[in-house]
């Protein structure tokens, strides 16, 4: 296919080719974005989260007095672990993704935990049984004993006497990059350490912090023997996927006749994430749906424009045909036309699209767009723009030769 | 000749219904999408008390350390005041009105037979809080500056709440337990009855909250609250060492949201003064040690701008809208462009005949705008099915996403606008067809 008179036809319709390109720029730059929240946010709603999501659920006692804690607490556990089903039952401070968050910053030395670089680590204590109750993925080290549990209590600062923690692997390697943790000390206020006994599977924390998907994994764990304060509301019951709602209701009411004047409320794990990922979902559905409705605009946009040149240029195409072009040559000569306006349209857009990331990463938190994302969106508005031609360009070649003959 | 180029213009569109239909649909859909956002916007960023706002200013203090350093995404511990600040100014009297207050969930434990207990979100305040916000009542009042001496147990409840607590009795004077810790229930005197009130935004909460669907169903003296150790919400800051004193009189515990009612430019300059003032004396006593010019004083409008409370995602969704209208607006551009060239022939004869340049551009520019009115009046119903969309989300903002009948004229008019500057081109391009060129081949 000859290129030098396709460019010197464009050259006479400045305005439509001007448009055309501008208009696949446009949704190019715009449609690449989208494209890339929404990668974005699936990936965050699929964010990995070592415990049993499928088995826990969470029971909340609200409204007890604090004071009585220390002997509401197991009784409360005791009367959880009768009920048939239930595999594990502790007390935890708050649970992954509730949004409630109790967060430190933390660092490697004391001199650093006021610093602002200082990673923010959200912080869960739970009573003894919890990594089982949780389903917690142990990766190298131990978890708690008995004694660790026994000899922990809230002091005034809300941040337990123990001196053991479990990390995630992602706050491990965040602290320590290339080494071992295990036995390392993880500071949380100037004379306030733990040492790490445990490295576990990454697990979720309550709320992201805003500082990035990799900060979402930072957690710590503290053991914590039931004491008197009130806080620990979260009673954490494990149990297998089809006895759940079984076992919710049954913890309900027996939680409920244990302390008459309290609130109870219970919801599964999966119901808890459901939730929080809710706005994201909704998010993502109203994304695809202006990438679609956008595309399809485009589209319209094109096939327009094409015809009404089609229809300009009825007598050129009645000329060629005449001087013995084939079909196959005019429909080859639309696309090939429609193909360098939409290589114009996706190097522009392009740069257009990689702005719009620049300025989306200073003001929303965005991260870099991937080099992929350009190629997979220039194909894409390639082949819709083939698409959209395809009509008009078969119209073209349908115009019979005589076209020529007539009326000049 | 108005009504012979419309005719024109209708005959022309119907003429072609497919390229019609399809420019009424890009400009509806484009139009459409972003009318959906910049509503969701307006009613996010309006006005939560109209005709008080102006007088409704923040104090802000700046009790840090001089080695503080601020987390990168935390809320400002200054956002909020210590005791010790908020009594100083509620002692100074300087503004009209002034009021110390703090959220706090509460559960309650009905007297009637057939209710369990349950939680309800209110309000710990001071006693100017009803005046200088202009709390409706229904039945009853607020409390006095005297019952905040006294730390009085009296209660304002919603009218919501007094419903479901009391059925139609009246609750004024009858007692509610409230903040129950499973030991001593704490009795409230009903000494007042609000009709529901919840400004959208919830101006005067903190960050921690959900300003577009937080709403306060009770409020008691701030004082009252510190008695009983009631619980409380919101963001909670803290820094340096303590010294054995509760966390709720703390100097260096920032927990309280501080409102003040300056009437006049005079009484505004001078309150900003004093908080200098105040601050000069603070350091002079050694606890603040940061320049006595960071004292700021915000108004309502300036402070829920500080307080940023329009989420990341409306803003991106309202430029993925606007970005969408320019790419529709494009397609309209060339669309038109295809209708009105196509039509060169016709506009030949019209030249030849006597018709000017303008004449065309007038008429060309009708037609696209009668594409606008049909485009719009489409935008118009798929801005409606967006923001019922909207409605049906889990977002805190969602069930305000409603149109106003400013908001019905605007979504015309922009449409009408948009199809009328996308019709300007081709129009131009239109008018310039040769006269004698096309009537040759005729």
Not at chain 1, 184 to 195: L, R, Y
Not at chain 2, 342 to 347: K, L
């Amino acid at each position: 296919m000859e290129i030098q008179p396709i460019l010197a036809a464009l050259r006479k319709h400045k305005i439509p080719a001007a448009l055309i390109v501008l208009e696949i720029a446009l949704a190019c730059a715009v449609l690449c974005n989208a494209v890339f929240m929404i990668g974005q946010r699936i990936s965050e709603i699929h964010l990995p989260n070592a415990i049993d999501e499928q088995g826990v659920a969470d029971i909340r006692v609200m409204g007890t007095d604090p004071k009585l804690a220390t002997d509401d607490v197991p009784r409360n556990l005791a009367a959880l672990r009768q009920i048939p089903g239930v595999t594990a039952a502790a007390v935890i401070n708050t649970m992954p993704l509730t949004n409630n968050g109790w967060n430190s910053n933390v660092a490697t030395q004391p001199q650093d935990v006021m610093e602002k670089d200082s990673p923010n680590v959200a912080t869960y204590f739970f009573t003894s049984g919890g990594e089982q109750a949780l389903g917690l993925r142990l990766l190298r080290g131990r978890f708690f004993t008995s004694e660790e549990f026994a000899d922990s209590k809230l002091a005034s600062n809300y941040i337990p006497t123990a001196h053991v923690m479990l990390i995630t692997q992602s706050l491990a390697d965040r602290l320590w990059p290339g080494q071992d943790a295990l036995g390392k000390q993880v500071w949380v206020g100037k004379e306030i350490h733990f040492t790490v006994v445990g490295i576990i599977a990454d697990v979720l924390r309550p709320n992201q912090n805003g500082e990035g998907l990799a900060a979402f994994h930072w957690a710590m764990f503290l053991p914590l023997s039931p004491g008197p304060g009130g806080f620990l509301n979260d009673y954490v019951v494990r149990t297998s996927p089809q006895d759940r709602a079984r076992v919710i209701d049954a913890a309900k009411q027996k939680l409920a006749a244990l302390s008459p004047n309290a609130v109870v409320r219970g919801i599964s794990f999966t119901d808890v994430r459901d939730k929080f990922f809710a706005t994201d979902r909704s998010m993502i559905w109203m994304l695809v749906l202006v990438c679609v409705v956008m595309l399809a605009v485009t589209a319209f946009g094109i096939v327009g424009l094409t015809s009404f040149w089609v229809g300009q240029r009825r007598r050129q195409i009645g000329i060629r045909r005449a001087l013995g072009a084939t079909r196959a040559h005019i429909l080859q000569y639309f696309q090939t036309e429609n193909f360098l306006l939409s290589t114009a349209g996706v190097a522009t857009g392009m740069l257009l699209a990689f702005g719009i990331n620049l300025y989306l990463m200073q003001h929303y938190q965005l991260d870099r767009m991937p080099w992929y994302y350009l190629p997979v969106s220039a194909i894409a508005l390639w082949i819709l723009g083939q698409l959209a031609v395809l009509g008009p360009a078969l119209r073209a070649a349908n115009v019979p030769p005589v076209v020529a003959t007539r009326s000049v | 000749m108005f009504g012979y180029y419309i005719d024109l213009a209708w005959r022309s569109l119907k003429r072609t219904p497919v390229l019609t239909a399809l420019m009424v649909l890009a400009i509806g859909l484009g139009i459409g999408a972003s009318m959906t956002m910049i509503t969701v916007l307006h009613v996010m960023t309006e006005d939560p008390l109209p005709g008080r706002s102006a007088h409704l200013y923040v104090p802000h203090l700046d009790p840090l350390p001089v080695t503080y350093q601020q987390p990168e995404n935390a809320p400002e511990p200054n956002d909020s005041l210590t005791w010790p600040d908020a009594m100083a100014l509620l002692r100074a009297h300087r503004a009209t009105r002034q009021a110390a207050m703090a959220g706090g969930t509460l559960l309650v434990t009905p007297q009637r037979a057939n209710l369990q207990p349950f939680d309800i979100n209110g309000r710990y305040a001071t006693s100017d809080f009803f005046a200088m916000f202009g709390v409706p009542f229904m039945a009853g009042s607020g409390w006095t500056a005297g019952d905040d001496v006294t730390h009085a147990h009296v209660v304002v409840l919603a009218e919501s709440l007094a419903r479901k607590l009391f059925g139609d009795a009246n609750p004024v004077g009858q007692t509610v337990e409230l903040g129950n810790n499973g030991s001593a229930p704490n009795e409230f005197r009903v000494i007042g009855v609000t009709r529901d009130w919840a400004p959208r935004p919830m101006f005067y909460e903190d960050s921690a909250g959900k300003p577009y669907s937080d709403a306060d169903e009770f409020f008691l003296p701030l004082t009252a609250s510190i008695d009983l150790k009631l619980d409380f919400n919101g963001n909670f800051m803290g820094w340096g060492r303590g010294s054995g004193e509760s966390w709720r009189t703390s100097p260096r515990i920032s927990w309280l949201q501080f409102w003040v009612q300056l009437d006049t430019p005079e009484q505004v300059k001078a309150y900003h003064q004093f908080l200098v003032d105040y601050s000069a004396e603070q350091k002079a006593l050694g606890r603040f040690q940061r320049p006595a010019t960071n004292a700021k004083l915000y108004s309502m409008m300036g402070w829920l701008a500080h307080e940023n409370l329009v989420p990341d995602d409306v803003r991106l969704q309202f430029w993925l809208a606007i970005g969408f209208l320019g790419v529709a607006m494009l397609n309209i551009v060339a669309l038109l462009l295809a209708k009105f060239l196509r039509r060169s022939s016709e506009i030949s004869v019209r030249r030849a005949m006597g018709a000017r340049k303008r004449d065309i551009f007038v008429q060309f520019g009708i037609e696209s705008a009668l594409i606008g009115v049909a485009g719009g009046l489409l935008g118009l119903g798929i801005a409606q099915i967006g923001l019922w969309s909207i409605r049906q989300r889990p977002d805190d903002y969602a069930h305000l996403a409603s149109m106003d009948p400013s908001m019905l004229i605007g979504t015309v008019l922009l449409a009408i606008v948009a199809s009328v500057l996308a019709g300007l081109l081709p129009a131009w391009r239109a008018c310039r067809v040769p006269p004698a060129l096309q009537l040759k081949t005729l």
